[in-house]
Nanobody, 126 residues
Framework: QVQLVESGGGLVQAGGSLRLSCAAS????????MGWFRQAPGKEREFVAA????????YYADSVKGRFTISRDNAKNTVYLQMNSLKPEDTAVYYC???????????????????WGQGTQVTVSS
């Protein structure tokens, strides 16, 4: 069992930056692929970014490519999402998730993930 706890959300002006963190419990964190998803009010949850268990592969949604960066520190059991040039449409609850398979072609799909955090709110004001 893996528990995931997100932090780092908050209120920021458009054009600003935030860094989200997701701390994981469990000794097998380093073997999991990790992903970030988000859900805006009235919308379905959507994929944001993912990183392989080694950190050698990453994948981004087109809407955040070039602005967001996912990274991980396996020694700290933590995955990060650096968010720059934030826009009001980035406002959402952000969730991290863990995939036991380490990486797959379905890494952008919710069903691929085995564990989820509770989420952290990000609000971008215009």
């Amino acid at each position: 069992q893996v528990q995931l706890v997100e932090s780092g959300g908050g209120l920021v002006q458009a054009g600003g930056s935030l860094r989200l963190s997701c701390a994981a419990s469990g000794r097998t964190f380093s073997s999991y692929a990790m992903g970030w998803f988000r859900q805006a009010p009235g919308k379905e949850r959507e994929f944001v970014a993912a990183i392989s268990w080694t950190g050698g592969s990453t994948y981004y949604a087109d809407s955040v490519k070039g602005r967001f960066t996912i990274s991980r520190d396996n020694a700290k059991n933590t995955v990060y999402l650096q968010m720059n040039s934030l826009k009001p449409e980035d406002t959402a609850v952000y969730y991290c998730a863990a995939d036991r398979k380490g990486w797959s072609l379905a890494i952008a799909y919710e069903y691929e993930y085995d564990y989820w955090g509770q989420g952290t709110q990000v609000t971008v004001s215009s």
